[in-house]
């Protein structure tokens, strides 16, 4: 069955991210979407408790995978042809490095999405206008 991987298209990494396992990671049928794009589709995922701003979310039919899990799941599936998926894989592969070192992702997330102006929580841009 397919994976599709909602990420935050406004942080740098998460888009690099995201790329790099469709380019390079070696999972066929895996469909990326920018979720900060896609209102309805965050809409949807934040029904079911999936709030972007909390991570990114796997998904692979009705089944969802949030955050860390998110990660994991998708780095476990990852046969990379590139040292920095390589890496990845190595360390969030196992859910529970994946839950300690998942804030650190997080942080630079923020991080990077304060130096483009950008909220965390994309509904956040939407509530103010």
């Known amino acids: ?28 049928l895996l469909e990326l979407r920018d979720g900060r794009a896609d209102h309805d589709l965050r809409a949807a ?6 709030n972007l701003a909390n991570g990114a ?10 955050g860390a ?5 998708l780095c476990r599936h990852l046969a990379p042809s590139g040292p920095l998926l390589q890496l990845l894989r190595g360390l969030f592969s196992e859910p529970n490095r994946a839950r300690r070192l998942y804030p650190l992702l997080l942080l630079a997330r923020r991080l990077a999405l304060q130096w483009r102006g ?8 939407r509530d103010l206008t």
């Open 1 to 28: 069955m397919a994976l599709t991987l909602v990420y935050d298209g406004g942080c740098p990494f998460c888009r690099h991210f995201a790329l790099a396992s469709e380019l390079t990671g070696g999972i066929p």
């Open 45 to 50: 995922l934040k029904a079911r408790g999936l």
């Open 57 to 66: 979310v796997l998904l692979e039919g009705e089944r969802a995978w949030h």
């Open 69 to 73: 899990e998110a990660i994991s799941e």
């Open 118 to 125: 950008l909220p965390e929580d994309p509904d956040q841009a």
